[in-house]
C-alpha cells in the first residue's frame, strides 16, 4: 500500500474491524492502527492467507489477533485458532492479548508452553478454549498425550516470530502439528526477518498468500537513541554501575549473553543498592513469570537478561536498553534494543564494547546503516566506583558458590536454586546505593 493510503486510515472501523472489536481497541488505549495493522487486517479479513514482516514492536499481534477475533464473532467454535511461537514469555503475552482484546466477546485462550504443570494444562484444553497459545514442543505433547484433545476443527494457525521458531529448531515439531490439523484453514506467519527457512515453511503451509512488508531492510524505530560506551573489559562491571547511576530512575534491560551472567550482575547490582532481578532460560517457568511481573509492576526497575527476553515481549514502561554482551548475531540487536521505544515512545540503547567486541560492533553498525555516537563518560570518574564494585563482585562470588552447593540438598524437594532474588535481600540496602553516589563525588 502506498504511504498516502495509509495516512489516509484513522481508525480501526475504517479497516473493516467491526464495533465491538474497534471498542476494544479503544479501550487499550489504540487510537489508531500501526503501518502493519493498516495492510494486514483488511487483507485478513478478505479471507487471505498472510506473511507479514515488520520491525519489533510494530504491533503484529494485534495483527493477527483482530482478524481472528471478528471471525470467531461471527461463528462461535472451540478450538478456533492456534498460535505458536518462540518463548514461553512470548506466548503468555500473546494470550493476554487475546483476551484483553476478546474481554467484551467472552474469548477463552489455553496457553500450552514448557516448564509449567501438563496436567493443569489438559485440564484447561479439556474445557475446550478458543484460542490455544503455546510452543511448539509442549503443543506436539498434548497432541500426541492429552486424551481427547486434537485441532482436526481448527479454523486459524499464526506461527508468530516464525524466524526466530526455525532458528530454535522447531522445524520437525512444526512439521508434526501441520499434519495434525485441517488443510483447509487460514494461515498467518508472521516475522521479523525472511530467512530461506521461513520462505521454505511458507511455500510448506501457506496458501496464495498475500506478503505484508512493513520495513524491508533491518531497521530501529527513529524515536531511538543509540550510543556506544568503548569500555576496557576489565572494568566493564564499572561501566555497567556508572551508566545506570548516571540514568538512575530509568527501567532498564540489560542484555547478556549466559544464563550465569545475569545472575552474577544482579547479585552484584543489588550489592550496591540497585533494583535488579534477573531472568534466563535455565530458571524454572514460575521464576520467570514471577521476574517478569515483577519488573513490569515497577517492584524492580533493572531486568538482567538473557535473549530469551529480547523478542515480542512488550513492556511499555522500558526506558533504556544496555547490551552488556554485545549478541554474537547482529540481528539480535534490533530486537533487543526495540524492547524500547515502542509504540512512539522514546528511548535509549547503549552498548558496551570491549577490545574483543570491536567486529561484532561493526556488524551490527553495518546492519543499521549508521554510525553510532559515543556516550559521554571520563574514566576516571567511572573508576571512582571500582573499589565499590570489587568488593560486591567478590560478594557475588561467594554467594553464587554457596548457591552451586546448595543446588545438590534441595534437588529432593525439587527446588534447584535456579533464581536468586528475595533471599539475597541481605546484600542489598540504601546504605549501600548512599555509599555509592558518594564515592562518586556526586
Known amino acids: 500500500m502506498a504511504s498516502n493510503e495509509e495516512e489516509e486510515v484513522h481508525t480501526f472501523a475504517s479497516l473493516g474491524v467491526c464495533e465491538q472489536l474497534a471498542e476494544a481497541c479503544d479501550a487499550l488505549g489504540w487510537k489508531k492502527p500501526s503501518a502493519i495493522q493498516v495492510q494486514s487486517i483488511p487483507l485478513a479479513l478478505e479471507g487471505r492467507d498472510l506473511i507479514g514482516l515488520a520491525q519489533t514492536g510494530s504491533g503484529k499481534t494485534a495483527a493477527f489477533a483482530i482478524p481472528i477475533l471478528q471471525a470467531l464473532l461471527e461463528k462461535p467454535h472451540p478450538l478456533f485458532a492456534c498460535v505458536l511461537s518462540p518463548t514461553r514469555e512470548l506466548a503468555l503475552q500473546i494470550a493476554e492479548q487475546f483476551e484483553a482484546l476478546g474481554s467484551g466477546i467472552g474469548v477463552k485462550c489455553a496457553v500450552v508452553v514448557g516448564g509449567i504443570d501438563m496436567m493443569a494444562q489438559a485440564i484447561a484444553l479439556a474445557k475446550r478454549p478458543h484460542v490455544v497459545v503455546g510452543t511448539p514442543g509442549r503443543l506436539l505433547d498434548h497432541l500426541t498425550n492429552t486424551k481427547g484433545f486434537n485441532l482436526r476443527m481448527l479454523k486459524y494457525l499464526v506461527l508468530d516470530e516464525a524466524d526466530r521458531l526455525l532458528n530454535m529448531d522447531f522445524e520437525q515439531e512444526i512439521d508434526e502439528i501441520l499434519k495434525a490439523i485441517p488443510r483447509e484453514r487460514k494461515t498467518y506467519l508472521f516475522s521479523a526477518t ?210 552451586e552447593g546448595n543446588k545438590k540438598h534441595n534437588k529432593k524437594r525439587g527446588d534447584g536454586g535456579d533464581d536468586d532474588d528475595d533471599d539475597d535481600r541481605r546484600f542489598t540496602g540504601s546504605k549501600n546505593n548512599k555509599k555509592l553516589k558518594r564515592s562518586k563525588g556526586r
Open 194 to 403: 525472511m530467512t530461506n527457512k521461513v520462505a521454505k515453511l511458507q511455500r510448506a503451509c501457506l496458501k496464495n498468500p498475500a506478503k505484508v512488508e512493513v520495513s524491508s531492510k533491518y531497521s530501529t524505530v527513529d524515536s531511538l537513541k543509540q550510543q556506544y560506551l568503548f569500555v576496557p573489559a576489565k572494568y566493564k562491571d564499572c561501566y555497567l554501575v556508572y551508566l545506570l547511576n548516571e540514568l538512575s530512575g530509568s527501567t532498564t534491560m540489560v542484555f547478556t549473553r549466559t544464563c550465569e551472567s545475569t545472575r552474577r550482575l544482579s547479585l552484584i547490582l543489588r550489592n550496591l543498592g540497585l533494583d535488579a532481578i534477573p531472568i534466563s532460560g535455565q530458571m524454572s517457568q514460575p521464576k520467570r513469570i514471577g521476574a517478569l511481573n515483577k519488573f513490569k509492576a515497577g517492584e524492580r526497575n533493572i531486568l538482567i537478561c538473557t535473549d530469551v527476553a529480547s523478542r515480542g515481549l512488550d513492556i511499555p514502561s522500558v526506558d533504556m536498553v544496555v547490551n552488556y554482551d554485545i549478541p554474537t548475531n547482529s540481528k539480535d540487536y534490533i530486537h533487543r534494543v526495540g524492547r524500547t521505544a515502542r509504540a512512539g515512545r522514546s528511548g535509549l540503547a547503549v552498548s558496551l564494547v570491549t577490545q574483543y567486541d570491536v567486529e561484532l560492533y561493526q556488524r551490527i553498525e553495518q546492519l543499521i546503516g549508521k554510525k553510532l555516537p559515543e556516550f559521554p563518560s571520563e574514566q576516571e570518574e567511572v573508576l571512582l566506583l571500582h573499589e565499590r564494585v570489587n568488593e560486591a563482585q567478590r560478594i557475588a562470588t561467594m554467594k553464587l558458590r554457596e548457591k
